[in-house]
């Protein structure tokens, strides 16, 4: 028996000498009789941090009254009786095992199980049955036509570590995930701040990768002293011109584009241009102003529009097209943000938005890729199923994108390493793993599924 059941009957005990106390006819009737109830079987089950060979079982099954429980680690060695505390169990074998835990009492026996799949090429026993990516093939060296980039944070390219490990190693581009906004750089009125995007510029150029910036007007990132602007409607459009000149000067030579103007079209019906205080102020040209004065201040340096749902909706993806044909010679590509799940936008929707740009001769960038696995949030952990479906859907983005004529390339940028740091988990606050490595910067599937796109 264990400590933990002693302690449950120690919990009723009371309650019985209660019932037992309150029976006035105890002497006629006899001993009053508590039938048992079944205890239902529970174990929780993770990966050794220290050994990844190794299994670490923890009985969670709690009930009233006594009972036994007992393992069958699935390896042929019939039934273990539990121990007090957690269960290490070595899985050195190839193959797929069924784990079982039989706990039974007086009113019967019940049993959970849970599958192990180990796969020692794949580094040992694969969480939730998902084995990762076996491949030792960098994807800034498979993708020989375009950049492929990733996010990074100031904190982390001055910590150094795995991140900047992994950083060098499988991608030729960055991207400051938000350090480089308005927000950040234009904190009060006359005081930049590039402290932040001075650290990630620098580590780009000093590692020879390529740095995208982003973005300079996103009506999300705009500080509130310009969203409260007290000056006049020139005063501000001299401020605007100040900043785009000062930052992309700034930059000149070191970054290869910039998203000048990040999510400028509605939602809603018609999609017109959201109404910023940048449209506010500026007027409906407001991006063309922002384009030119990006242009003369670096007229070498790239500059996109970017924007989101531009697959799945094809009256965002018009929008942005009448955007794009009106700047004319102002714009060199357009950024397809890539927010998208294992089971959608279609195949064809992601097309028609290189089909658009590649016939407008721009180029393309698949922008901020990730691809949530569990979108209606019915999961708890990465199943294998969502692992593959994930996987090929990483595969037809990567496909589409290397397809394109090569003029049309830019890059393809995925936004985060790992999974428990995407924006998505706040964003939509539920779990999820859309990216490339696993929160151990284990490569999943969706990594394979990257490199076969490029085959
Ligand atoms: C997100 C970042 O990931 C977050 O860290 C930040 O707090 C908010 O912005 N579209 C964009 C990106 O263009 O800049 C956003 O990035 C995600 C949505």
Redesign the pocket.
């Known amino acids: 028996m264990k400590i933990k059941n002693i302690f449950n009957i120690l919990k009723v005990l009371p309650i019985l000498l209660l019932t037992l106390s309150c029976d006035g006819d105890s002497d006629n009737d006899g001993p009053i009789i508590i039938p048992p109830t079944r205890v239902q079987a529970t174990f929780e089950m993770s990966i050794s941090p220290s050994d990844p060979n190794v299994l670490l079982l923890d009985n969670k099954t709690s009930g009233i009254g006594d009972f036994i429980s007992e393992w069958d680690f699935g390896q042929g060695d019939g039934l273990v009786q539990d121990l007090p505390g957690i269960e290490e169990v070595r899985f050195d074998t190839d193959g797929t095992f069924s784990v079982r835990l039989l706990v039974s009492n007086a009113a019967g026996l019940t049993v959970d199980s849970k599958t192990v799949v180990v796969d020692n090429s794949a580094g040992g026993i694969c969480p939730n049955g998902n084995c990762g990516s076996t491949s030792t093939s960098a994807l800034k060296d498979a993708a020989t036509t375009f950049f492929v980039g990733n996010?990074t944070r100031s904190s982390r390219v001055n910590a150094g570590g795995k991140h900047v490990e992994v950083l060098k190693s499988d991608f030729s581009s960055i991207t400051s995930?938000?350090e480089m906004?308005m927000n950040v750089m234009y904190p009060s009125q006359g005081n930049y701040d590039f402290t932040a995007a001075d650290a990630i510029v620098n580590f780009g150029v000093n590692n020879g990768i390529n740095v995208h910036g982003?973005?300079l007007i996103?009506h999300?990132?705009t500080p509130d002293w310009v969203n409260d602007f007290t000056g006049t409607d020139s005063e501000f459009e001299a401020m605007v011109k100040d900043y785009i000149t000062t930052t992309v000067t700034r930059y000149k030579g070191k970054i290869g584009s910039w998203d000048v103007v990040?999510?400028a079209i509605d939602d809603g019906s018609g999609n017109p241009l959201r109404n910023s205080v940048f449209k506010q102020k500026m007027g409906d040209d407001y991006i063309k102003k922002c384009f030119q004065w990006a242009r003369d201040a670096d007229p070498d340096c790239l500059l996109f529009y970017?924007d989101?749902n531009m697959a799945s909706s094809s009256g965002k993806r018009a929008a942005m097209f009448k955007i794009v044909d009106d700047l004319g010679d102002l714009i060199d590509g357009v950024g397809a943000?890539m927010?998208i799940s294992y089971n959608g936008p279609s195949k064809s929707n992601i097309q028609a938005v290189a089909n658009g740009t590649v016939s407008r001769g721009l180029k393309l960038h698949f922008a901020?890729l990730d691809i949530r696995a569990n979108p209606n949030n019915d999961q708890t952990s990465l199943t294998s199923q969502r692992a593959d479906a994930q996987k090929a859907k990483f595969k037809e983005v990567v496909q589409i994108y290397n397809s394109i004529p090569l003029d049309n390339k830019y890059a393809l940028t995925v936004?985060g390493l790992k999974d428990n740091e995407s924006?998505l988990l706040d964003f939509w606050g539920h779990a999820d793993w859309p990216l490339m490595y696993d929160d151990d910067y284990n490569k999943k599937k969706a990594y394979d599924g990257f490199l076969e796109g490029l085959q």
């Open positions: 996010i995930e938000y906004k982003h973005a996103w999300n990132a990040n999510e970017n989101y943000q927010h901020e936004w924006w």
